[in-house]
């Protein structure tokens, strides 16, 4: 079974530059989060799908994040424009449809902001 | 929100000798508590999780317990191996509207098992 597949792996932008993450998750999960890991720290909800609608984006800052999952399968995250401290290893994850066990995480897109 | 804290948030234990990691969580509507390790540069892998109507879970040699009344839980790892050697990472979840896993992770503790 194909893991939960995110590009680029890697990605170095100026501040105020803007930086898209895309994700496809394990076929035929219905729930997709994105999750934000700075350095020494552990990993931060931004935003949960169910299929293509939102769950929860509470902590997502909006001013300048945005997350979409068209069509209830893949998923991309947008930074625009980026600061210094968005500098961090962004990571996606799925899980079954109602499934309240495992989540299944992507290797992560790892942003630097200089 | 829920709030996890880890502690300690780093451990250094000889081959051979246990390991224990523990978390306290703020919300008592969370009802699930899974533990992930994180090798350097890969994914968090899920290696154990409890639910709260169950006081201990073991497989092979990792355990956790769960003590609702006091909001904690623990990690015991027992015969520990250099392989072991991570960051490993609490959380706590509650499921609102049945739509998956909200996890709120704690800080991490980086385990470092030496040979």
């Known amino acids: 079974e194909a893991g939960v597949a995110q590009s680029p792996r890697y990605k170095i932008i100026e501040k105020r530059q803007s930086v898209a993450f895309w994700c496809n998750p394990i076929?035929?999960?219905?729930?997709l989060y994105w999750y934000q890991q700075i350095l020494g720290q552990g990993p931060k909800l931004l935003i949960q799908?169910?299929?293509?609608?939102?769950?929860?984006d509470s902590q997502l800052p909006k001013d300048r994040f945005s997350a979409e999952r068209l069509k209830g399968v893949d998923s991309t995250l947008k930074i625009q424009p980026a600061k210094l401290e968005d500098s961090a290893v962004y990571l996606c994850?799925?899980?079954?449809?109602?499934?309240?066990?495992?989540?299944?995480f992507g290797e992560g897109s790892r942003l630097t902001v200089l | 929100g829920e709030n996890v804290e880890q502690h300690p948030s780093t451990l250094s234990v000889q081959e051979g000798d246990s390991a224990v990691i523990k978390c306290t969580y703020s919300d008592s509507a969370s009802n699930y508590f899974p533990w992930y390790k994180q090798e350097l540069g890969k994914r968090p892998q899920l290696i154990i999780d409890?639910?709260?109507?169950?006081g201990e879970k073991k497989d092979q040699r990792i355990a956790v317990t769960l003590n609702k009344t006091a909001k904690h839980f623990s990690l015991h790892i027992t015969e520990t191996q250099p392989e072991d050697s991570a960051v490993y990472f609490c959380?706590?979840?509650?499921?609102?509207?049945?739509?998956?896993?909200?996890?709120?992770f704690g800080g991490g503790t980086r385990l470092m098992v030496k040979p």
């Open positions: 994850a799925s899980s079954p449809w109602g499934d309240t066990g495992e989540l299944f």
């Open positions: 409890i639910r709260s109507n169950v």
């Open positions: 799908f169910q299929n293509n609608g939102v769950v929860d």
């Open positions: 959380a706590a979840s509650s499921h609102p509207r049945n739509a998956g896993n909200m996890l709120t």
């Open positions: 076929s035929g999960h219905a729930t």
